[in-house]
């Protein structure tokens, strides 16, 4: 009985050689060392997606740190007060403000300068520092320990 359809080992070996188009020397046009090319290849392909994504996650972290450095406070302290004032921007979003929306950037920078100076106050106290919350904290530093002292007035 004769089946029709093409032959699985030609298709096979187009498969390969398609991966492989491009490559150099043997790699390209011999099968037994496409195939070894073409599955390193594809391992070196699923590495690099990953990678990709760290390295972009590394980048905004060193936009983030160098817009934040210019406002005086630095990258932890501005990503822990972003969460204590429950702003939920990412990273990404971060950066890309830090690059074309500088204002926008020195106003959170304010936000989570003024959240860290008024430990436990929340947003709405640390937007508003106009006198009219029900309690002030004043930050004293002091030089034994290099702990901030806070003092109610």
Same mark, same amino acid.
């Given at each position: 009985? &004769?089946?029709? %359809? ?20 043997? $790699?390209?046009?011999? @099968?037994?060392? *496409? &195939?070894?090319? *073409? /599955?390193? #290849?594809?391992? /070196?392909? @699923?590495?690099?997606?990953? =990678? ?6 590394? =980048? ?14 630095? @990258? #932890?302290?501005?990503?822990? #007060?972003? &969460? ?12 890309? +403000? ?5 204002? !926008?950037?020195? $106003? ?14 929340? +947003? ?5 520092? #106009?006198?009219? !919350?029900? @309690?002030? !904290?004043? &930050?004293?530093?002091?030089?034994? %320990?290099?702990?901030?002292?806070? !003092?109610?007035?």
């Amino acid at each position: 009985m &004769v089946r029709g %359809g093409p032959a699985n080992r030609l298709v096979k070996r187009a498969k390969i050689f398609a991966l492989t188009k491009g490559f150099r020397g043997k $790699a390209k046009n011999c @099968y037994s060392i *496409a &195939v070894r090319a *073409a /599955h390193r #290849s594809l391992q /070196h392909a @699923y590495r690099g997606r990953r =990678l990709k994504k760290r390295d972009m996650r590394t =980048l905004w972290i060193q936009r983030i740190n160098g817009a934040v450095q210019e406002h005086g406070i630095n @990258y #932890s302290r501005f990503m822990h #007060s972003m &969460v204590k004032c429950n702003i939920q921007l990412n990273r990404k979003v971060l950066s890309e +403000l830090a690059i074309h929306e500088p204002r !926008t950037f020195k $106003a959170l920078a304010e936000v989570a300068k003024n959240a860290h100076l008024t430990a436990g106050r929340g +947003l709405l106290n640390a937007l508003n520092d #106009s006198g009219n !919350t029900p @309690y002030q !904290t004043r &930050v004293v530093m002091t030089k034994t %320990g290099g702990k901030a002292m806070e !003092t109610a007035v």
